[in-house]
């Protein structure tokens, strides 16, 4: 997922994605810890998109209580 792809979504497609991706998360760290886990670098990948989302959200954010 690209940053531009993220700043294209509206908040609520945004809060709806974080959903997503933590749930995500959490299957992948339950596989991780059953030796289940194919890819670990989904991980990596999945905590990423988190980060992403959340920056592109904080960023919207402080642009609202600017104006």
Known sequence: MKANEIREKTEQELENELIELKSELFKLRFQLA????????????????????????????????RS
Do not use: F
Request: charged fraction near 40%; avoid cysteine; proline fraction near 3%.
């Open 34 to 65: 059953t030796n289940q886990l194919d890819n670990p670098m989904k991980l990596k990948e999945v905590k990423r998109n988190i980060a992403r989302v959340k920056t592109v959200l904080r960023e919207r954010e402080l642009n609202l209580s």
